[in-house]
């Protein structure tokens, strides 16, 4: 996996701007926050994310996989406000499941999901290597 950095753009903050991989493709569904049950066991938007990072690391685990083999995220959330606010705790459910391994992120702000009590839903893509 090769991080790409034009020696004179600023590095990014928690995402990288683009990477190179080469192996096995593993693409995730939009993943949301609740638990093997389908349930939601809280409103909160750190809980819900860090419930879907537990999701994703289950799955990634199911093709043999582990997060340092992410190579793209796509977060839909529906309260930009709230997303903002949640940083610091976001951050630390973040690093708790993924450490400090930043793929390529977007962030796009959604009117709502199919799933009721959603807050967060997540696609991902990963890189097994040959």
Same mark, same amino acid.
Not at 30 to 38: D, F, S
């Given at each position: 996996m090769k991080f790409l950095q034009p020696p004179d753009w600023p590095r990014p903050k928690g995402y990288s701007n683009g990477i190179v991989a080469r192996g096995q493709l593993v693409f995730l569904a =939009?993943?949301? =926050?609740?638990? @093997?049950?389908?349930v939601f066991e809280t409103d909160d938007f750190v809980g819900q994310a860090r419930q879907c990072f537990a999701n994703i690391t289950a799955l990634l685990q199911e093709a043999g996989a582990t997060p340092e083999h992410l190579v793209r995220m796509t977060w839909f959330v529906n309260d930009r406000a709230?997303?903002? @606010?949640a940083g610091k705790g976001l951050g630390a459910a973040y690093k708790e499941y993924f450490g400090r391994h930043y793929p390529v992120m977007a962030v796009i702000g959604v009117e709502g999901f199919v799933e009721t009590g959603a807050k967060l839903e997540i696609e991902a893509t990963a890189v097994i290597p040959d």
């Open positions: =939009g993943i949301v =926050g609740w638990n @093997a049950q389908e709230e997303y903002l @606010a």
